[in-house]
């Protein structure tokens, strides 16, 4: 009697596709200097999905991706995406950015309004073609919504790509950091006024009402509490925060956002925070990066979907970079520094996905924009390290040749 695949088989099998996939095109493809591990997972996540994989083999993919298993994944890809964006609400740091407080608002406010400017253009001409604006989605939302997703900043991968071109602890690394973090912030509040369900209006006043009361005493708890002690209680709060965000109707992970951001990185072992992410980008992230690419669709025709990414590319980088060199002459930096800062902050995979899945999930856009974002943010990404790499060259050839001629030493 032939053996009938069970769900725990198929869904143990989609876990060894999910990782050995993008690992094997990352170590042997070397692609470490155009896109990082969790750049090609990301894109792994769209070629497994029903768009690529599903059409080329259908009864391959409609053997593995069962109802069933699809479920699995979704479960271990929420848990993975809100323990992230609490770890993400964690390292946010704003009394860093207060002790700088007029040049990191003028370059964040800049970096984060421009490519929203350009951003809401592009998705009001979006809105001239029927497939792209969600069902309940108001013409005012899907703007601003799509705007703000040109605008993110990927504050964790950021530091990924800082760490590795060698900026994380450079001063103009811990500059960057601090104008991500402010974007950060009012990315997140963006977000909620989007979310805003005026037929709930009640239950969300209810739950911001409970969250802050809440606060308060869980603060007040932490402080007393040993650190082995708030490694387990930040996760019950999680939860609980996630379950009454979405209880209210602003989304989980809007939720899981708050409930990191009212935490103090100093609670917590710094190196034991940096072994968390690492471990929850290594163990479970890939599961919500394929989770995503299950989500993404072609129905619109590949045509429609690449030149609406194209056009949205061209909004996030254009405006970017228009933003950060405007506050670049106004605060008068030097010759070349606003290029390499807005070239950094256009990072935005893991956010951007997350922002999008909630868009999605809210139906404020259909999957047809969910797939254009998503390219969107690859490409953005994936253009950060090649374009920021021969810029550093150039910068550490210019420090080398200003220190000789100080010290009067011949150029090497």
């Not at 963006?190 to 809440?214: K, S, T």
Request: aromatic letters at 10%.
């Amino acid at each position: 009697m032939p053996h009938a695949v069970t769900t725990t088989e198929l869904f143990l099998i989609a876990m060894a596709i999910i990782f050995s996939v993008p690992y094997l095109v990352w170590r042997l493809g070397r692609t470490e200097y155009v896109a990082p591990l969790v750049v090609v997972q990301i894109i792994a996540g769209i070629v497994l999905g029903p768009g690529v994989l599903g059409k080329a083999f259908p009864d391959y993919y409609a053997f593995v991706f069962t109802a069933d298993v699809v479920a699995a994944l979704n479960g271990v890809a929420w848990w993975a995406v809100m323990l992230f964006v609490m770890i993400a609400g964690i390292e946010l740091d704003v009394r860093k950015a207060w002790t700088s407080r007029r040049e990191s608002a003028v370059t964040a406010g800049l970096a984060l309004g421009m490519p929203l400017l350009f951003g809401s253009a592009a998705a009001w001409g979006l809105l001239a073609f029927p497939g792209w604006i969600g069902e309940r989605a108001q013409s005012w939302q899907f703007v601003v919504a799509v705007g703000m997703a040109c605008a993110v900043t990927a504050l964790p991968i950021l530091i990924l790509l800082m760490e590795k071109l060698g900026l994380l602890r450079d001063p103009i690394g811990q500059r960057i950091l601090r104008y991500a973090s402010l974007d950060d912030i009012a990315i997140w509040g963006v977000l909620a006024v989007v979310l805003m369900d005026w037929e709930r209006i009640g239950r969300q006043v209810a739950f911001l009402v409970a969250f802050a009361l809440a606060c308060v005493l869980f603060r007040r708890l932490m402080r007393r509490l040993a650190e082995r002690d708030r490694w387990y209680v930040a996760l019950i709060w999680l939860a609980a925060c996630a379950f009454g965000a979405d209880w209210a109707g602003l989304h989980f992970m809007v939720g899981a956002f708050l409930a990191g951001v009212v935490m103090d990185a100093e609670w917590f072992d710094q190196h034991g925070m940096d072994t968390l992410r690492h471990h929850v980008l290594l163990v479970l992230m890939p599961v919500f990066f394929l989770s995503t690419g299950l989500k993404t669709a072609w129905t619109l025709g590949g045509a429609a979907v690449f030149l609406a990414a194209a056009a949205l590319l061209l909004a996030s980088v254009g405006g970017k970079l228009a933003g950060v060199h405007l506050a670049g002459r106004f605060l008068k930096w030097p010759r070349g520094e606003a290029s390499l800062i807005g070239w950094l902050l256009q990072t935005k995979a893991l956010i951007e996905i997350i922002f999008a899945n909630i868009l999605l999930d809210k139906q404020i856009i259909t999957s047809g924009m969910f797939t254009a974002l998503l390219l969107m943010a690859v490409a953005s990404t994936m253009l950060t390290v090649p374009r920021v790499a021969p810029m550093l060259r150039r910068r550490d050839v210019a420090l080398v040749a200003a220190r000789d001629a100080q010290t009067g030493s011949r150029p090497r």
